[in-house]
């Protein structure tokens, strides 16, 4: 089991024949990834008051460099 996308990858890459289900924005050359549909459903996020100091950095991440992983 990997912990992080990149890992999934890494771990994918080293052991010939592994099937993993990372994000699509990890495949390229070094995995075969199969043409087939993708997968998605919107995320919904709930915060009861104000957001904690925790919470706050996730959205802002998500705001702002986590675009990048996001498809429209």
């Known amino acids: 089991m990997g912990t992080t996308a ?3 990858k890494s ?3 080293r052991n010939s024949g592994t099937i993993g289900f990372p994000p699509i924005s990890q495949a390229d050359y070094l995995v075969h990834s199969p043409n ?5 459903r919107p995320i919904t996020l ?3 008051g104000e957001p904690s100091e925790d919470m706050q950095r ?3 991440y998500i705001n702002k460099d986590g675009q990048r992983y996001i498809i429209k």
Do not use: N, Q, Y
Request: glycine share 0%; net charge negative; aromatic share 0%.
């Open 6 to 8: 990149e890992d999934i």
């Open 11 to 13: 771990r994918i890459v």
């Open 36 to 40: 087939a549909p993708e997968i998605s």
């Open 46 to 48: 709930i915060v009861k």
């Open 58 to 60: 996730v959205l802002d």
